[in-house]
């Protein structure tokens, strides 16, 4: 079995390729602004991994997304999650409320990706 690391530093990898799995560490938006902005930030960021990786976003078997306000992010930021994904491609996902790691996170995306052989 071989064990890839990607963007990794002192604590964390950005990715970790496991044979054909990918997975991503939580993702989050560099910059401030709202749901939207830091949603199509955070997906970029995961398109770049996986690219990296070798994979793609329709690759993807499970994603945990985290808002910090449920109530009153969860319809904008599906409205791009859903504009991001492939048409029959979407995978296994859960979303919850969470405290994350700095105050103006909104949200945080973690990935886990199946590479095409």
């Avoid at 530093?9 to 938006?29: K, T, Y």
């Avoid at 492939?86 to 990935?111: D, N």
Wanted: charged share 20%.
């Amino acid at each position: 079995m071989s064990l890839t690391r990607i963007a990794s530093n002192d604590r964390l990898s950005g990715a970790i390729i496991v044979d054909r799995l990918v997975f991503l560490s939580g993702q989050v938006p560099g910059s401030g602004g709202n749901i939207v902005d830091q949603t199509k930030e955070v997906l970029a960021r995961i398109d770049a991994l996986l690219a990296e990786a070798g994979a793609h976003k329709d690759d993807i078997a499970t994603a945990t997304i985290y808002l910090k306000d449920i109530a009153g992010d969860f319809a904008a930021m599906n409205r791009v999650w859903s504009a991001w994904l492939s048409p029959g491609k979407v995978p296994c996902r859960t979303t919850v409320q969470a405290e994350l790691a700095r105050p103006a996170v909104l949200v945080e995306i973690t990935v886990t990706a199946v590479k095409p052989q």
